[in-house]
């Protein structure tokens, strides 16, 4: 069984929350810190891409359990902090097999949902996997290293969904029915802390 690399995409400026919605709490952490202690059941060391807020970001993170990667571009879009996270993998040793893409405001992601991912890929010899949600796919998703150079490749606010598109014959996905909530304004932070209390 390859072992399994996950980058974390914590880059963007959250404009229509107003704050760092990475920072926001989510049982007793940060959204960002939450993602990290999910990752960290699959995985060693994985890469935090970081963009707007960096300092903050660092700052409430543990650099013994991570490794924080700072991308100049993050302005760009979603494209190049993929770029910037698999370089770094890229950069390491051992170089990677495989990885999984995630970001930390999909508050219901889990390690089993991780899991199901890396399992599917063993079973399916797919060289993506993607969660479904929503009618579509989608992160968090596995990219085997033969879709690399196509990750690297990717430009503007383009996320890995475009490459899914163009290579239906090597993608699959599981079931991630709460994929599609994921947090940009205030009222859905709220919608999150009330389906908590209720």
Not at 67 to 78: F, K, L
Not at 110 to 120: A, C, G, T, V
Request: proline share 7%; hydrophobic share 40%.
């Amino acid at each position: 069984m390859f072992h399994t690399d996950i980058v974390i995409l914590a880059a963007g400026a959250s404009t229509r929350l107003g704050r760092p919605k990475q920072l926001l709490p989510w049982q007793g952490k940060t959204l960002l810190q939450h993602a990290v202690k999910t990752a960290l059941t699959i995985t060693t060391h994985p890469v935090v891409v970081t963009g707007s807020n960096a300092d903050q970001l660092v700052a409430a993170l543990n650099p013994t359990q991570v490794q924080i990667v700072y991308n100049p571009a993050w302005e760009e879009g979603i494209a190049s902090s993929i770029r910037c996270g698999l370089q770094a993998l890229l950069n390491r040793t051992p170089t990677p097999e495989q990885v999984i893409f995630m970001v930390c405001d999909q508050p219901f992601v889990s390690p089993d949902l991780l899991l199901d991912l890396i399992n599917e890929q063993q079973k399916s010899g797919k060289t993506i996997v993607a969660s479904a949600y929503g009618g579509t796919l989608g992160i968090p998703a596995l990219f085997e290293k033969a879709m690399f150079p196509q990750l690297i490749d990717l430009q503007g606010d383009t996320g890995a969904r475009k490459i899914m598109q163009q290579h239906p014959e090597h993608t699959t996905s599981v079931p991630f029915p709460q994929g599609d909530f994921d947090i940009d304004t205030v009222a859905e932070y709220e919608e999150l802390i009330n389906m908590l209390k209720s």
